[in-house]
């Protein structure tokens, strides 16, 4: 498109947006890069469309693209450097070195792995909504809480509530284990009270005690994908929905119907997370456990033999039967009090709540850099 004009040649053009303030730029930006590292020999993962592999032998080298950010990872180094290279001559690129910041996230590189944590966010984020200064607390949300949405005071600014929610969410990455708390507390952001606020406020405290934790990725060793996949039962207090780390679409007349629900969802994932390993030259030659709690939905998946009690979850029964007799999945019994996923649908004392974080990988930052040293 020419822009010059004929009577003034000497003169530019001034734009009255920047490209970055259209809505059409990421859009347009990702169209361009996704068709340089295509041309370049990368193929786009289907699973997420952010992702590009290129496999030299038994090698690889990806890149993740967010935006105008791209991390540049894998085990072949001269692929790596090449396509490093191709991108600074294409495009206005600067190379910021070993990944230590993304997104709001912070990434060590210790001995063991690789962690990741929010600590300069929490710290913000407490400083911000004026808790940098709170008394922590040792759980985000009591066992025993119980939210409705029309008990207590209106608040007067709804907007900060909700900006707070969003923040905590964006936390969740790192900080798992508050993601029931925030998960409810989500769910009242249309019309908050003040109970809404005052438990929003807990979770905060919560954060203010654990500044420093997030996920440790270990290397080596034997790593297979496992799931843990649960219930609570007509949780919700004002829809009676159950509760599976969110709010079930609909009303479960059993909790046998109710776990099915969940079990459907981490076989979701489960097939997700397979069928990117295979992507990723990782194949999964092994059936995925999902551990659950309840023996009827075990029974329910094994059993070839439709009954009429269970007429309403057809659907999901022959999404998870399929799986169970291809041998992606196993669906194994696991003691309730063992159950990790209880972490996501309900509220937990202390000791249990602690002792299941510790099984999602979560350490503090000193230790994983101690150890690492």
């Not at 944590?117 to 808790?131: A, E, I, V």
């Not at 949780?235 to 119907?257: A, F, I, M, Y």
């Not at 076989?267 to 997370?273: A, H, V």
């Amino acid at each position: 498109m020419d822009f010059q004009s004929h009577d003034h040649p000497e003169y530019v053009c001034k734009l009255r947006k920047a490209l970055y303030g259209l809505k059409q730029a990421p859009r347009a930006w990702y169209g361009k890069i996704a068709e340089f590292l295509t041309h370049s020999g990368y193929s786009v993962i289907p699973e997420d469309s952010r992702l590009f592999v290129k496999a030299s032998g038994r090698k690889l080298a990806i890149v993740l693209v967010y935006v105008d950010d791209l991390i540049i990872i894998g085990d072949c180094e001269e692929e790596i450097l090449q396509t490093k290279e191709n991108l600074s001559v294409r495009f206005q690129m600067k190379e910021l070195g070993q990944l230590k910041r993304f997104l709001g996230l912070e990434i060590d590189h210790v001995q063991e792995g690789i962690f990741l944590y929010q600590q300069k966010y929490s710290r913000d984020l407490l400083k911000k909504f004026g808790m940098l200064e709170c008394k922590p607390i040792s759980t985000p949300i009591e066992p025993t809480a119980k939210m409705c949405a029309h008990e207590g005071r209106d608040l007067e600014d709804v907007m900060m509530y909700r900006q707070l929610v969003g923040s905590l969410i964006y936390l969740t990455l790192t900080i798992p284990d508050i993601s029931y708390a925030v998960g409810v507390m989500s769910q009242y952001m249309q019309n908050p009270k003040k109970p809404h606020l005052e438990a929003v406020r807990r979770i905060l405290r919560y954060v203010k005690s654990t500044p420093s934790y997030g996920v440790l990725y270990e290397k080596g060793g034997n790593c297979k994908i496992a799931g843990y996949c649960d219930a609570d039962y007509a949780g919700d207090h004002d829809t009676r929905r159950s509760t599976t780390g969110k709010r079930q679409p609909t009303v479960s007349l059993s909790t046998t119907e109710a776990e099915y629900r969940a079990t459907a969802m981490a076989t979701q994932e489960s097939t997700w997370l397979i069928q990117l390993l295979k992507d990723l030259r990782q194949p999964t030659d092994y059936a995925v456990p999902l551990y659950c709690d309840n023996q009827s939905e075990i029974r329910l998946a094994e059993n070839p033999i439709f009954h009429a009690r269970t007429k309403h979850v057809e659907v999901h029964h022959h999404f998870i039967r399929k799986k169970v007799l291809q041998e992606e999945i196993v669906l194994e019994h696991i003691k309730t009090e063992n159950q990790v996923a209880d972490l996501f649908t309900k509220g937990l004392g202390g000791n249990k709540f602690e002792s299941f974080y510790k099984q999602l990988g979560m350490v503090e930052r000193t230790k994983a850099s101690v150890e690492g040293e």
